[in-house]
């Protein structure tokens, strides 16, 4: 029934703008947006019907990307990746990433949301608001729902930037009802009769089309006016009795039989009555309006309107509830043979078939898992298992691996506590569930407990039969729980601080047939070339992180949790090699993976000492300081992490001139390795040398750790040369370079400017020092006017090269051979220090220097 004085309504969106239709079921608000988009073909629209399946962020992700690419195909597709596994939000990022894509499409367009009430999830019902709330110029939006949205319309109501079309504004005044009654019913009715049913139902469209349908076999139209009511409630009761069992049979158990179906094609339908009548059955359905909405242009695919097929399906249960199970069963056959899986799963559950849906998702499990859509496994699985609590170990086990793909963490947990407990499980089921529990060291199970879960089940295996361990969603076995195991425990070394065996681990885990599966081989390539970076095996860290991204794409896993750690390994790399902009690509690579996950955990806490590594090349210490303070999101701070905040913050401590700080953090760990550069530098900040080659006496470095080694030896350069020996200070810093050189490595450089400041003068032997970029980096983070506000006058940088090597044992003459002057220049600088400084002699100059910062 065309309506265009409404549909003028949906023309007045203007650009930028939004159209919203929020009105009760059975409006007509599919119909009117269906009838708008017909009269003005030459638009670009974009139309996404939102389902339950869309609970599943992942999944609405990937739709609602897919729908804006249609009408702007310049958009990323892997921006749905930004709402992956795990996440509890669209988030800004993605959101923000559509509207500029929509921005820039050449076209103009039409963004049109149906069934938006479909969506429970309030912060999802926030991100659309800000996409909605913030479309560009080049684009309108159309919503249709049933009841007002969260959103803030104030400011659009204000720019006149809103057309709201309500349920009062649908409903159907008298001289379009009457063309509605008289055209279904094909009666003709009296003015008086018209108005009557339009004052009993409001002009509801569902509740006319209801009367119409009546109309056609009521022997007493008077009477039947008089008595007809239209209420939501009492159209379920009339669609029951005046118009489903007034149908002809045929037609009326193709509709019941049907009913089952969230969306019709002849086909499938025809699967489901077993006769094949359905293309001439929806043909005359649709042109009958029985209640149906078509779903596509070509007019082949269709669905009940809700409350027919709420209606429907209850008549169905009260006469013949027996038949249920058999129609959703043979709905599932047709989809499962059509590959429309997830839906038969539906179908198999409706039916009360638990088993035989879980067939179907041990077989198709690691597709969803793949795509980043666990939460579909979950809500299947959690539905099995509520069921029958006591059912098949096999269901609890794919729940517990779902919910750990799905980033659910504390359910994950519940899950393995329940299994524990169960007296049934065999050796195999239980290794397999033991081996899923260790990937909680993602979120807040300490590493040596994953340390013991994986000696525990490295030993089981031993002496289980293979075909003894309990397959997974399609990607079990004792090969995969092996593969698992030896993973996690890699993982768990490496978050214990102890690279060298992580990395041995790891490298054997990537030659055992496990990880032949394509997601433990990008797993297993990704954590190894994180602990490659962390070791400064630039090189290897590179070859292997790019090696596991490639894979991952190449299988379409680019947007996969498991190749996070190459995105960090990659930014480390960048770090060490002080290149900023690299850097920053790749930790925003990272956090596509980390940002707004409900179990980001471990993978968050690296990631903010990687940023805050980069935000002190970008704005200095003070600001690397500020987000190094930001609280942690896994449970428990695993030790790689606490070591590395830590003397990240000692280091900035320093740099910043808060030595006391420096100190009470250095001693917080005083058993670190990790620390020891600052409790190095704070001994020769106050002139301790003593102290200062204690510290380095008692800093061991592990074989292949090329990092931590530089770091040694440009620290020991420093400890000789303030004891004297430049001989052997010169030594030192050749064997930094030559290490450093080999991988790239300028970030220890940093860490120690005297020793900086001494190869930048050299040679052009180390020109990958000196480069004009570098040098930017090196003058941001030298001591700045602010460590210096105390002073009569600022010290110049010559004299700042003088004043690092007051807390040594160098005579004048010494430091003037060292910087290349005469010891008459040293003396003249020194001079000009002691009466900047404010101070007559060189132990006071330490100190008062070192209360500023500046040594």
Avoid at 217 to 245: K, M, N
Avoid at 269 to 285: P, R, S, Y
Avoid at 461 to 467: E, M, S, T
Avoid at 468 to 497: M, R, W
Wanted: proline letters at 5%; charged letters at 20%.
């Amino acid at each position: 029934m065309p309506r265009p004085d409404v549909e003028r309504r949906l023309d007045e969106v203007p650009a930028g703008g939004l159209g919203v239709l929020i009105a009760p079921t059975g409006s007509g608000k599919s119909v009117l947006v269906s009838q708008w988009l017909a009269s003005t073909p030459g638009q670009r629209v974009a139309v996404l019907t939102l389902a339950p399946r869309h609970t599943d962020i992942a999944v609405l992700a990937r739709d609602l990307v897919a729908t804006i690419r249609s009408v702007a195909p310049q958009v990323d597709p892997r921006l749905a990746s930004l709402a992956a596994t795990g996440q509890a939000t669209l988030g800004h990022p993605l959101v923000d990433a559509l509207l500029d894509g929509l921005a820039s499409a050449p076209h103009d367009s039409v963004l049109v949301f149906e069934d938006a009430h479909e969506l429970s999830n309030h912060p999802v019902i926030g991100d659309l608001g800000h996409l909605f709330t913030a479309l560009p110029p080049t684009a309108r939006g159309v919503v249709a729902m049933r009841s007002d949205p969260p959103w803030s319309l104030h400011q659009l109501r204000l720019d006149d930037r809103l057309v709201e079309i309500r349920g009062a504004d649908l409903a159907f005044a008298e001289a379009d009802a009457q063309a509605l009654l008289e055209d279904v019913s094909r009666t003709s009715l009296t003015d008086a009769q018209v108005a009557l049913l339009v004052e009993r139902t409001d002009g509801w469209a569902a509740g006319l089309q209801l009367a119409a349908i009546s109309l056609r076999t009521s022997r007493d139209i008077p009477g039947f006016v008089e008595s007809f009511a239209g209420s939501d409630h009492l159209v379920s009761e009339y669609l029951l009795h005046e118009v489903i069992d007034e149908q002809e049979p045929a037609v009326r158990q193709f509709l019941l039989q049907t009913s089952v179906l969230d969306w019709l094609s002849a086909d499938l339908c025809d699967a489901v009555t077993g006769l094949e009548i359905a293309a001439g059955m929806l043909d005359g359905l649709f042109h009958r309006s029985m209640f149906l909405i078509p779903l596509d242009e070509a007019g082949t695919t269709f669905r009940y309107q809700h409350l027919f097929a709420d209606a429907l399906r209850s008549r169905l249960r009260i006469e013949n509830p027996h038949s249920v199970s058999a129609l959703h069963h043979r709905a599932a056959r047709w989809l499962l043979a059509h590959g429309h899986e997830e839906e038969a799963v539906g179908h198999l559950l409706d039916a009360g078939d638990p088993a035989g849906a879980f067939r179907v998702i041990s077989r198709i499990g690691h597709h969803f898992v793949e795509r980043g859509e666990a939460a579909t496994l979950v809500r299947w699985l959690s539905t099995i298992a509520a069921e029958d609590p006591d059912g098949p170990v096999e269901v609890e086990v794919s729940l517990l691996a779902a919910q750990l793909a799905a980033g659910e963490g504390t359910a994950a947990t519940e899950t393995h506590r329940r299994l524990s407990r169960r007296p049934d499980l065999t050796l195999g089921e239980r290794t397999a569930a033991e081996a899923l529990s260790a990937f909680l060291v993602f979120r807040d199970l300490p590493p040596p407990q994953v340390l013991q879960v994986t000696d525990r089940v490295r030993v089981a295996l031993q002496g289980l039969d293979p075909a003894e361990v309990i397959d997974f969603l399609g990607i079990g076995g004792a090969d995969s729980v092996q593969a698992v195991a030896e993973y996690t425990s890699g993982l768990a070394h490496f978050l214990a601080g102890d690279l060298d065996r992580a990395a041995d681990v790891l490298e054997n885990a990537r030659t055992l047939p496990g990880t032949r599966y394509v997601v433990w081989h990008v797993y297993v390539l990704s954590t190894l070339a994180l602990v490659r970076a962390w070791q400064g095996r630039c090189t290897q860290a590179m070859g292997l992180a790019r090696s596991a991204i490639e894979e991952a794409r190449s299988v379409r896993l680019s947007d996969h949790l498991g190749s996070t750690h190459a995105h960090l390994a990659l930014a480390l790399v960048h770090l060490d090699r002080v290149e900023p902009d690299d850097a920053r690509r790749c930790l925003a690579d990272a956090q596509v993976h980390v940002h707004g996950r409900v179990s980001a955990g471990i993978n968050a806490d690296l990631e903010q000492v990687l940023q805050a590594r980069l935000i002190a090349l970008q704005d200095g210490p003070s600001a690397a300081l500020d987000h190094l303070r930001s609280p942690l999101a896994a449970g428990s701070e695993a030790t790689l992490v606490r070591e590395e905040r830590h003397a990240l913050l000692a280091h900035l401590l320093i740099a910043t001139g808060d030595l006391d700080g420096a100190r009470t953090v250095a001693a917080g760990i005083p058993e670190s390795a990790v620390l020891a550069p600052a409790r190095v530098d704070l001994a020769l900040a106050t002139g301790d040398v003593p102290a200062a080659r204690a510290a380095l006496d008692g800093w061991t470095t592990a074989v292949g750790d090329v990092r931590a080694e530089v770091c040694r030896r440009l620290h020991e350069f420093r400890v000789l040369r303030a004891e004297g020996d430049q001989r052997g200070a010169d030594r030192s810093l050749r064997e930094a370079i030559a290490a450093a050189r080999a991988e790239g490595l300028r970030w220890p450089f940093l860490e120690v400017p005297a020793a900086l400041r001494v190869v930048r003068r050299g040679s052009g032997a180390t020109s990958w020092l000196s480069d004009a970029a570098f040098g930017k980096v090196v003058a941001r983070l030298e001591p700045g006017a602010s460590q210096q506000q105390g002073l009569i006058e600022p010290l110049t940088p010559r004299e700042l090269d003088v004043l690092a090597y007051l807390p040594g044992r160098m005579m004048h003459h010494e430091i003037a051979t060292d910087l290349y002057v005469s010891v008459n220049t040293v003396k003249t600088h020194l001079s000009s220090i002691y009466r900047k400084l404010g101070v007559t002699e060189r132990n006071a100059a330490i100190t008062r220097a070192s209360d500023l910062g500046l040594l």
